[in-house]
């Protein structure tokens, strides 16, 4: 990576020191059937490890059965899946690599075929609308979102207790670090958002990032401020609605994870440089014409931590984010979806593949 000096630099990730500062941004995938890693995973996420990746962050990894709204998720919550996870972050090893595990709750985005029986759930009892997606019905028809439990404060708990578990199951089947999915409109994002959180006990109103303050409070407990990651994202996600509010929700987010423990951010927007929120937060950023500012401007402004940046990226784009500062490491999806040895063609200043959706089918 001759021409990308700043991307190919190494760095120090929290208590992770890096090969380089590339991430590959967690990416579903459904190779799991029952929940299980797979040998074909493992040498999947080996490739880019051996190709150069620095931090591979695993796709979306349920916490527990009624958080998993996709088929053929990996989950993290027993032994068999510690067990299966082994091969997994062993190999990434051996690649050079290091890697951390995506914990995830989709909340209220997924079908009781997904949970396993049980209604999914949710802040307020709200739910998508639309057919449920990646999974189609026993003879091939859509399923469609029904309706969704909100929770009590029992079980809220429990499902901090139940990240926290995660989070020791991840270091024991040998991730370095983990990121907690707080983005894309899944369960923690639900309860940030006001459009999905009416709540008027502790949770909701004011208390709306309790639940991201206590998961992320719980996990760092479990794992140390260096090895904790959190994902955020103020766009539409999967459950199709943007943070309401976002110029006051942002810096109370921030504030509150910081208070937590959190010393890592993951700003998740797919478009990098694409104005994303209201200007005021971050006066000192190029705004566009009706007043928004990118994502990564607004964190920059708001947070003393490290930022890990993402969406359409270029290793060009990257590597200049990365020289000014704006970002402290890059990651890239769908760019590493279609190219196993990005690193390398980076080196050898070759172009990347295009993605195609259609490599979906496929682990390659
Ligand atoms: C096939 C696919 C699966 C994804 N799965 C996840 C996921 O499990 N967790 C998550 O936080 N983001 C997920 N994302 C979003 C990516 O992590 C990333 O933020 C997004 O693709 C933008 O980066 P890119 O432009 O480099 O692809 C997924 C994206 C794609 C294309």
């Given at each position: 990576m001759a021409r990308y000096t700043h991307l190919d630099?190494?760095?120090?990730?929290?208590?992770?020191?890096?090969?380089?500062?590339?991430?590959?941004?967690?990416?579903?995938?459904?190779?799991?059937?029952?929940?299980?890693?797979?040998?074909?995973?493992?040498?999947?996420?080996?490739?880019?490890?051996?190709?150069?990746?620095?931090?591979?962050?695993?796709?979306?990894?349920?916490?527990c059965q009624r958080g998993s709204g996709y088929p053929d998720v990996p989950g993290i919550w027993s032994d068999g899946q510690v067990r299966a996870w082994r091969p997994v972050t062993q190999a990434v090893h051996e690649a050079g690599g290091r890697m951390a595990c995506q914990l995830w709750h989709v909340g209220a985005v997924a079908h009781p075929v997904t949970t396993g029986g049980p209604l999914p759930e949710s802040p307020s009892g709200l739910s998508p609308e639309g057919p449920v997606r990646r999974l189609r019905g026993a003879h091939g028809e859509a399923l469609h979102y029904g309706a969704s439990e909100a929770m009590s404060a029992t079980r809220i708990k429990?499902?901090?207790?139940?990240?926290?578990?995660?989070?020791?199951?991840?270091?024991?089947?040998?991730?370095?670090?983990?990121?907690?999915?707080?983005?894309?409109?899944?369960l923690i994002d639900q309860f940030i958002?006001?459009?999905?959180?009416?709540?008027?006990?502790?949770?909701?109103?004011?208390?709306?990032?309790?639940?991201?303050?206590?998961?992320?409070?719980?996990?760092?407990?479990?794992?140390?401020?260096?090895?904790?990651?959190?994902?955020?994202s103020p766009a539409t996600?999967?459950?199709?609605?943007?943070?309401?509010?976002?110029?006051?929700?942002?810096?109370?987010?921030?504030?509150?994870?910081?208070?937590?423990?959190?010393?890592?951010?993951?700003?998740?927007?797919?478009?990098?440089?694409?104005?994303?929120v209201p200007a005021e937060l971050a006066p000192l950023a190029q705004a566009s014409p009706d007043g928004m500012v990118p994502l990564h401007a607004a964190t920059r402004a708001h947070w003393q931590g490290q930022i890990i940046g993402v969406g359409s990226l270029s290793p060009g784009r990257a590597d200049e984010a990365l020289a000014a500062g704006e970002v402290d490491a890059c990651a890239f999806g769908r760019l590493l979806i279609a190219n196993p040895d990005l690193p390398s063609r980076m080196r050898m200043d070759l172009d990347p593949r295009p993605y195609d959706p259609a490599m979906l089918e496929t682990l390659f």
């Open positions: 630099s190494p760095m120090q990730l929290g208590e992770l020191q890096l090969r380089n500062g590339m991430v590959m941004a967690p990416c579903t995938r459904c190779f799991c059937p029952g929940f299980l890693p797979t040998r074909d995973m493992a040498a999947y996420y080996a490739r880019r490890a051996a190709s150069g990746v620095g931090l591979i962050i695993s796709e979306g990894t349920v916490v429990e499902v901090v207790e139940i990240f926290a578990a995660a989070a020791g199951r991840a270091l024991e089947a040998g991730f370095d670090a983990v990121e907690i999915h707080g983005a894309h409109g899944y958002n006001l459009s999905w959180n009416m709540r008027e006990d502790e949770w909701g109103g004011q208390g709306r990032c309790r639940l991201a303050e206590d998961i992320t409070r719980a996990v760092v407990a479990e794992a140390g401020p260096g090895r904790v990651i959190f994902r955020f996600g999967a459950s199709g609605k943007v943070w309401k509010r976002p110029t006051e929700t942002l810096p109370l987010l921030l504030d509150t994870l910081w208070g937590a423990g959190l010393r890592i951010l993951h700003a998740s927007h797919g478009n990098f440089d694409a104005p994303c």
